[in-house]
C-alpha cells in the first residue's frame, strides 16, 4: 500500500508569491494534517482536516489556508510569501481525527523562498 | 511552559550499544499519547512507537520501547543494538486528548549519531 505521498518535493519561489502544496494520505485515512518544520526544530501545527472539515488551526496567519477534497487528498496554499516561510511543510495521515496511533507523514516538500 | 522537553541536543554512541534518548512532557489532560518519530536527513518523519496514558504496559516495537514512567511525566526511546542505520534526529510528540485539540505538539529533537 502506498504511504503518504506529498508533492512537490521540493520548489524555490520568490517573496510575495503564493504556492501550493500537495498530499494524498493513506489509503483510508481521513484526517490529514499540516505541519511546518523550520530548520533545526521540531514540527509546529498548521492544520488539521477531518472528512473535509478543518478541525484545528495551529498559530499561523491568514497567509495560509487549506482544503480537504472528497478523496480526502488535500491542499496546503500559502500567499504572499516571506523568507521566513521556507521550510520543510509535512503532511500527516490518520484515520480517525482523534487517532490513537496512527499518524503517518508523507517525505514532505521542501520549499524555499528566495 | 514547554510541553515537550528533550534535554539531549546531540548524542554519540557505538554501534551495537543501546541508547537512552530522553523525553519530558506537561499536561493536566488524563488522556494523551506520546509519539516517537525518526526523522532522517531526507526529511521524512518515520513513526517509531506510540505510548497511550492509559496503557498499563511500556510500548515495545522491535528494537524500539518506550520507557513510560507517568508519575514521573517521561517517556523516554530505548534502542536495543544500535546500528549504522539508526543515525538522525529523533523527535518525541504528544496528542493532548479532548474533542478540541488535534494536533502533536513536538519536542526540539535530539540528533543521534552512531559511531562505527
Known amino acids: 500500500d502506498a504511504g503518504v505521498t506529498q508533492s512537490p518535493t521540493h520548489l524555490i519561489k520568490t517573496r510575495g508569491q503564493q504556492v501550493t502544496l500537495r498530499c494524498s494520505p493513506i489509503s483510508g485515512h481521513k484526517s490529514v494534517s499540516w505541519y511546518q518544520q523550520v530548520l533545526g526544530q521540531g514540527p509546529q501545527f498548521i492544520f488539521q482536516y477531518y472528512e473535509k472539515e478543518e478541525r484545528g488551526r495551529g498559530n499561523f496567519p491568514d497567509r495560509f489556508s487549506a482544503r480537504q477534497f472528497p478523496n480526502y487528498s488535500s491542499e496546503l496554499n500559502v500567499n504572499a510569501l516571506l523568507l521566513g516561510d521556507s521550510a520543510l511543510y509535512l503532511c500527516a495521515s490518520s484515520f480517525r481525527a482523534l487517532s490513537g496511533n496512527t499518524i503517518y507523514f508523507g517525505e514532505g516538500s521542501w520549499l524555499t523562498v528566495v | 511552559a514547554q510541553k515537550i522537553t528533550q534535554t539531549q541536543p546531540g548524542m554519540f554512541v557505538q554501534e551495537k550499544e543501546a541508547v537512552t534518548l530522553d523525553c519530558t512532557y506537561d499536561?493536566?489532560?488524563?488522556?494523551?499519547?506520546l509519539f516517537w518519530y525518526k526523522q532522517p536527513s531526507s526529511g521524512e518523519m518515520i513513526f517509531l512507537i506510540y505510548q497511550g496514558s492509559y496503557d498499563q504496559q511500556n510500548a515495545t516495537e522491535g528494537r524500539y520501547s518506550l520507557n513510560f514512567q507517568k508519575a514521573r511525566k517521561s517517556a523516554n526511546l530505548v534502542i536495543s543494538a544500535s546500528q549504522l542505520g539508526d543515525s538522525a534526529m529523533y523527535f518525541c510528540?504528544?496528542?493532548?486528548?479532548?474533542?478540541?485539540?488535534?494536533?502533536?505538539?513536538w519536542g526540539a529533537g535530539t540528533k543521534l549519531i552512531i559511531k562505527p
Open positions: 499536561t493536566s489532560d488524563p488522556s494523551y499519547g
Open positions: 510528540a504528544m496528542r493532548e486528548g479532548g474533542d478540541s485539540n488535534y494536533q502533536l505538539i
